[in-house]
């Protein structure tokens, strides 16, 4: 009879492979194996190899709560929304946001939560956010409010707001675009098209988009010598544009031209403008903000300044993941 190889492999019982197989069969110790499935940390390119082929032979999989407690880690993220829930589906910034985040997650294990935040419910959502329900947070569309602010500073939770938040006395990681340019580029283009009477229906004054578009409006048309008073807030829905250019209109007849701090809110306007039968761009000239998709779908199609919301959101996910990054190499206490 020819001579045979006999390969030995771990006993293997009945049921799922467990952490003890995965260590026999890469020839690793328990707590090796352990480290090297949780993260890597402390275990050599050699040991983690080997860990990886005998999890890849056996067919192991992860238990995610035996490893959260290993790890103090829930591999999931927050996209933290505060804003009514109707304006989260329906809102293309929200879907940009979305987007750009979720590129940004995708060459991790990491699993994005969507928290929105409904007006007065800060409670909840400070307690689950303090509570090691996720490892990190990405903070979009905030309005001053300090209790959510101080509520992720106090709790050391990673986080990164887009948009740059109203918070005055510390250092708040965020990305965000420079509104105060866009906003005075808009208006110069109105008012380089011969535009004399320029009003603005501005965003929420209690964020910082609103606000610094209203002031590079402002900007432009004193530099240019003209009226800066035709001025109505809204809060960059189209039922606000609507509601912010009937009121801006009521008291300003005589305006040439509208920045609209938002496409939607635009798109409010120029309802407004249609059911008084001005035309646009002959008896009003419209520019919006953000470029998100509604700008081609208005008749005539919208002028409009392009906010790189999926570039911003993809970035700030980017931040939070080195911040993760960076908090698994440091020793835990």
Known sequence: MADSTVTTSPRRRAGAPTLEEVAELAGVSRSTASRAINGGLRVS???QASVDAAIAQL????????????TRRSDSVALVVPEPDERVLTDPFFA???????????????????????????????RYLRNGHVDGAIVVSHHQDN????????????????GRPLEGDREVRH?????????????????SHGRRRIGT???????????????????ALRAAGLPDDAVATGDFTVAGGAAAATELLDR?????????????MAVGALSVLAERGLTVPDDVAVVGYDNLGVAESTKPP????????VAMARRAGQMLVDQLAGSLSRPSR
């Open 45 to 47: 390119p050699e040991a």
């Open 59 to 70: 067919g192991f999989t992860p238990n995610r709560a035996a490893r959260s407690l290993v």
């Open 96 to 126: 940009g946001t979305l987007n750009g985040l979720s590129g940004a997650l995708a060459p991790t294990d990491l699993q994005l939560v969507l928290l929105i935040v409904r007006p007065g419910d800060n409670a909840r959502a400070t």
């Open 147 to 162: 209790a959510l602010d101080r509520a992720l500073a106090d709790s050391h939770l990673p986080h990164v707001f887009v």
């Open 175 to 191: 990305v965000d675009l420079d509104n105060r340019l866009g906003g005075r580029i808009a208006t110069e283009h109105l008012v």
């Open 201 to 219: 229906l501005a965003g929420p004054q209690d964020m910082a988009a609103g606000l610094d578009r209203l002031v590079g409006w402002h900007d």
């Open 252 to 264: 300003h007849p005589d305006i040439d031209a509208l920045f609209a701090a938002s496409d939607l």
């Open 302 to 309: 919208l002028t409009t300044i392009t906010n790189p919301v």
